[in-house]
T-cell receptor
């Protein structure tokens, strides 16, 4: 099983739609979770951190389900400009219980929003 | 605030040649990471520095890849000799000492022919 897995998509949705992505992780000791956005031929940019209680930033909502070991990203009222690849990232905890800031990324989910 | 700087942005070399990439992190960021991103995949960590010390290089192919961060600020990543499968984008990222929030540079797109 991969350490971090995402449905690669692509997800094709019309403007105004609500779309959700999931990301599963294998290490139950992981504590920090993030969503990054990557535009075509650009670098990943931090979109939002994922907190235990869930968090919202405008049209974006991130949630964590520790029991099932997945995080989710919900985008409401999709815009054309939301078209991108969305990467989840999870901190890696080694056998000694430390992680030193190391993140493992999923392969990304491609989102295309069309008119 | 200036972001992570990388150069060159693009590089085309023939297999068995050598190449070097440079990265300057965000000012004050003690931790620096080099990632390899192959088309269609997420970034894969190659090496992590904390100041000028290596924290993790478990996924660095040490027979051909090397990296250094001598003064704890900028860093270089070298490939010698390059193979076709090294064609990828090489991303540098940095973060504060006690943070998992990483900020990426624009990357170097390497093509090995």
């Amino acid at each position: 099983r991969k350490e971090v897995e995402q449905d690669p998509g692509p997800f094709n949705v019309p403007e105004g739609a609500t779309v959700a992505f999931n990301c599963t992780y294998s290490n139950s000791a992981s504590q920090s979770f993030f969503w990054y956005r990557q535009d075509c031929r650009k670098e990943p940019k931090l979109l939002m951190s994922v907190y235990s209680s869930g968090n919202e930033d405008g049209r974006f909502t991130a949630q964590l389900n520790r029991a099932s070991q997945y995080i989710s990203l919900l985008i409401r009222d999709s815009k054309l400009s939301d078209s991108a690849t969305y990467l989840c990232a999870v901190n890696i905890v080694n056998a000694g219980g430390t992680s030193y800031g190391k993140l493992t990324f999923g392969q990304g989910t491609i989102l295309t929003v069309h008119p | 605030e200036a972001g992570v700087a990388q150069s060159p942005r693009y590089k085309i070399i023939e297999k068995r040649q050598s190449v070097a990439f440079w990265c300057n992190p965000i000012s004050g960021h003690a931790t620096l990471y080099w990632y390899q991103q192959i088309l269609g995949q997420g970034p894969k960590l190659l090496i992590q520095f904390q100041n000028n010390g290596v924290v993790d290089d478990s996924q660095l192919p040490k027979d051909r890849f090397s990296a250094e961060r001598l003064k704890g600020v900028d860093s270089t990543l070298k490939i010698q000799p390059a193979k076709l499968e090294d064609s990828a984008v090489y991303l540098c990222a940095s973060s504060l000492w006690d943070s998992y929030e990483q900020y990426f540079g624009p990357g170097t797109r390497l093509t090995v022919t």
